[in-house]
């Protein structure tokens, strides 16, 4: 049973392009969370999503930011029109229950 | 709103010795899970151990072991003859009804040979 796989490990964009991150999450769990990593600080929750639902997106920011978790493929976090800011570590998790989470290896936007 | 604190910003101990990793919580509800997570340098959230609130044993998983006071909203991770390979980045995370977790800003061991 594969682990929770993200996509791209890097990605580089430069400011005003689009960011979409990428989360295909073990198999059989249903739930998808998604988190971001500042340097130095800890993961801060984004948003919650159950298949074609969202569940709790109170993490994300107004603007700019999205999530979706379609009927079929991964879950997306689309970050339009990137700042400097944006830069940070994106992490997946996936989980059948809320008795634990597992997370991808995450991926690592930077803003140019 | 749950908070999570982890006041030590870095801790070191010497290889085979015991370490204690401090934290704190706050929050409302009973029923709720506390967790450890290891972030090696590879950046992957490594799973390290679990407490369920309602369980007034502390959680065990080989050389690590947890002092739950439910009361005093603490949770410590205790790392018994401690090796090179736990050097790392540890977080202390809370998990509630909605199922999210929230983090502390983690704690950087380092383990010296």
């Known amino acids: 049973n594969a682990g929770v796989m993200q996509n791209p490990r890097h990605l580089v964009r430069r400011r005003g392009q689009e960011a979409r991150l990428r989360c295909s999450p073990m198999?059989?769990?249903?739930?998808v969370y998604w988190y971001r990593q500042l340097p130095e600080e800890g993961l801060k929750f984004m948003v919650y999503?159950?298949?074609?639902?969202?569940?709790?997106e109170s993490g994300m920011p107004k603007e700019r930011f999205s999530a979706e978790f379609p009927k079929e493929g991964p879950s997306i976090l689309r970050i339009q029109q990137v700042v400097r800011g944006d830069s940070a570590a994106y992490f997946c998790?996936?989980?059948?229950?809320?008795?634990?989470?597992?997370f991808g290896q995450g991926t690592r936007l930077t803003v140019v | 709103a749950q908070t999570v604190t982890q006041s030590q910003p870095e801790m070191s101990v010497q290889e085979a010795e015991t370490v204690t990793l401090s934290c704190t919580y706050d929050?409302?509800?009973?029923?709720?899970?506390l967790f450890w997570y290891k972030q090696p340098p590879s950046r992957q959230m490594i799973l390290v151990i679990r407490?369920?609130?309602?369980?007034?044993q502390n959680a065990t998983e080989n050389r690590f072991s947890v002092n739950f006071q439910k009361a005093a909203k603490s949770f410590s991770l205790k790392i018994s003859d401690s090796q090179l390979g736990d050097a790392a980045m540890y977080f202390c995370?809370?998990?509630?009804?909605?199922?999210?977790?929230?983090f502390g800003k983690g704690i950087t061991l380092s383990v010296r040979p």
């Open positions: 929050t409302s509800e009973s029923d709720y899970y």
């Open positions: 998790a996936s989980s059948p229950d809320r008795a634990e989470a597992f």
């Open positions: 407490q369920e609130a309602y369980k007034q």
């Open positions: 995370a809370y998990g509630g009804a909605n199922s999210k977790l929230t």
């Open positions: 999503l159950q298949k074609e639902n969202i569940i709790d």
């Open positions: 198999k059989g769990h249903s739930h």
